[in-house]
Structures are given as C-alpha cells and as structure tokens.
C-alpha cells in the first residue's frame, strides 16, 4: 500500500485462491424406497416389515454414478466406519438403481451417497425402515353384549374365529367371524361389532390371534366358550358365557 506521502509498503503474503466454475458438483441420490414385496405386514407402503435379508432399496441417482447405501447409525448425516451397506453402479439413463441390503431388528435411518469423477455427494435423506421379528403374543379375548372385545398389541389387526373342532386353530374350513378383523385401537383395546348376532343358537368355541403391522402372527388366544340362544336381547356374563339374541 501506499501511504498519503507516497512510501510504499512490503508486498503482502500470497493469498491463493480456489475457483469452483469447472468443479464438478455431484447432488445426492433422492427417492430411496423399500420394494413393496419386502414391505410385509399390514401395509406394503408403510416401511414397516418382518423381513431382514434381502431388503431391495431403490432410487435416483446419476448415470455411471457409484452409489453407496449406508446404515445412520448415529444420526450424523455422514458415512462412517462400518456403515455401509454395500455399492451399485448407476448404468439408466434415467438413474434409477436399486440394491439388496440386510439389516438386523430395528428401526434403522438408511441413508445413499454417490460418487462420480472421484466426488462423492452430500448424504441423502434418510429412509426409516422398521425390522420387526418378534411375533406378538395372543390377544385376550373376551365379550360385551353382542360383541366380542379385548386387547391385542396397538396398530395389530385382529382375527375371530369359531373353533370348530376345538383343536386350537384356525382351520381352511373355520371362517372369519363377521368376514373381517379388527384393529386395535392406541391403547391397547379391541372390539368386533356385533358380530355375535350372526352365530345360530347353541355352544361356540370362539378364538382370536392378531396380526401386527410387520406382519408377524401371534398365537392363538385360548378359548371363549359361548352359549347362544334366542330370548330377549341381553348378556349373562357368566363363565362360559352366555348371550341372548
């Protein structure tokens, strides 16, 4: 610099300086899903599934990109040690990819980088899958009037059936009560309808097994012994009990 009375200063250092115009700039994969077919249970869009090998995961990425699938272990938005899930190459013209990965229990934060000219992306956003494996246990099962009740694990779907020969399942021949099953509800409970009014009069051995959102069977509940016959509407809740339709 050069002060007001003209003397001149030193030469600065060097300032170096980087610029970015030809860089190439490589954007992460987006649309990460679960195959519908490894999507088991209750909903096939819902990414929650008993299934733990074998998943196949799709996306978009860039042709003759490199994709990385990784485990978020930690939430960091970063692939690190032990994380990845494997690689594939991106050979459509449209990017779509997709790759088989296994992954333990759990709810996991699957996440997707790519890499093309030896740049490698952001990471993407993450897809949470839920691995369920553990069958619930047997739902209670009990009756109210003319409908049956109990409680069963939340978000569960419930199945009644008449135990025809009492042998403790349900048999091809043993329809569903009612033609339908039951949700149970956020805090814990269940009831059928009145579904009761369109058994015949007699003995019924009813049961229930449940179904959760990851598509693991529970076993099936113990017996409901029932005695139905044509009165006044109205409930004897002794055991076994007895309804009045």
């Known amino acids: 610099q050069t002060d007001v009375a003209g003397n001149v200063s030193q030469t600065s250092h060097a300032l170096t300086l980087v610029t970015t115009r030809n860089a190439t700039v490589v954007v992460a994969p987006t649309s990460l899903d679960l195959a519908a077919n490894d999507d088991s249970g209750l909903s096939s869009s819902d990414n929650i599934t008993k299934t733990s090998r074998g998943l196949t995961i799709s996306g978009i990425g860039t042709k003759d ?36 990965i296994s992954i333990p229990s759990g709810t996991h934060a699957i996440r997707a980088v790519q890499t093309s000219h030896q740049v490698v992306s952001v990471a993407s956003d993450a897809l949470l899958i839920t691995v369920d494996t553990t069958a619930p246990s047997a739902p209670s099962l009990g009756s109210s009037s003319l409908t049956l009740v109990g409680m069963g694990e939340v978000g569960a779907m419930v199945t009644l ?8 399942k349900k048999d091809s021949n043993e329809k569903i009560l ?17 579904v009761l009014s369109t058994l015949k009069s007699g003995k019924h051995a ?12 529970s076993p099936v ?20 009990a007895t309804i009045f339709v």
Request: proline share 1%; hydrophobic share 30%.
């Open 65 to 100: 990109a490199k994709v990385t699938l990784f485990n978020d272990k930690n939430s960091n938005n970063q692939m690190d040690k032990d994380e990845s899930l494997g690689s594939v190459e991106v050979h459509s013209a449209t990017g779509q990819w997709n790759k088989e």
């Open 161 to 168: 059936f008449e135990d025809l020969n009492s042998n403790g």
């Open 178 to 194: 009612g033609g339908t099953t039951c949700l149970v509800s956020g805090n814990g409970s269940w009831a059928s309808g009145h």
């Open 206 to 217: 009813m049961r229930a097994f449940q179904t959760d959102r990851a598509g693991n069977v």
């Open 221 to 240: 509940s113990g017996v409901l012994s029932l005695s139905i016959a044509a009165a006044s509407k109205r409930v004897d809740l002794s055991s076994p």
